[in-house]
């Protein structure tokens, strides 16, 4: 019997530990709600991009998770996107070519895919995403960092 205890432990704490590797690509982005201070009707749980860092010309997933105290039925989502510093894209969509509609009170998700031209510059870039509603200028406001990186390998140290 302690024979396979062992072999299990020598299996087991392995595995363990290569698992550990993969927590930084599992987890979360870190987000900031644009005014600290509203009380926005949609509260953001979380935000998840895949892949990470983004990889340009490739699909990119972005999933918001959030919940809503207040049934909506319609809305927009505009999406902002800097580059140091300085605005570069703009996009405005619907908020039920994001999500299923309407949306009930309780949690729900956001999801946006998106292919980044082949030529767009790796590096560092903020999205701000403003929720709007019928008669709600903003159920929320959040912004978050992301990377896009070079190539296919997604790193933004070149392979060579």
């Known amino acids: 019997m302690d ?3 062992a072999q299990f432990k020598l299996i087991l704490l392995p595995l363990l530990a290569i698992s ?6 599992i987890r ?8 600290n201070e509203a009380n926005y ?3 953001v749980d979380g935000v998840d991009i ?9 699909p990119a997933t972005f999933t918001i998770s959030a919940s809503t105290g207040q049934a909506i039925s319609s809305g927009r989502a505009v999406i902002d996107v800097s580059y140091f510093g300085i605005h570069i894209h703009n996009e405005n969509h619907e908020l039920c070519e994001e999500t299923s509609c309407p949306i009930a009170v309780g949690d729900f998700v956001l999801s946006h895919n998106q292919v980044l031209p082949g030529f767009t510059p790796p590096g560092s870039y903020t999205l701000k995403m403003t929720l709007s509603g019928e008669g709600i200028p ?3 406001c ?7 990186g070079l190539g296919a390998s997604g790193s933004l140290v070149s392979d060579s």
């Open 142 to 148: 959040i912004t978050f960092n992301f990377k896009i």
């Open 50 to 58: 895949s892949p990470n860092p983004v990889v340009r010309g490739k």
């Open 28 to 35: 979360s982005t870190d987000f900031k709600y644009c005014d």
């Open 41 to 43: 009707v949609v509260k």
């Open 3 to 5: 024979t396979v205890a």
């Open 138 to 140: 903003e159920l929320t």
């Open 20 to 25: 550990l590797l993969f927590l930084p690509f």
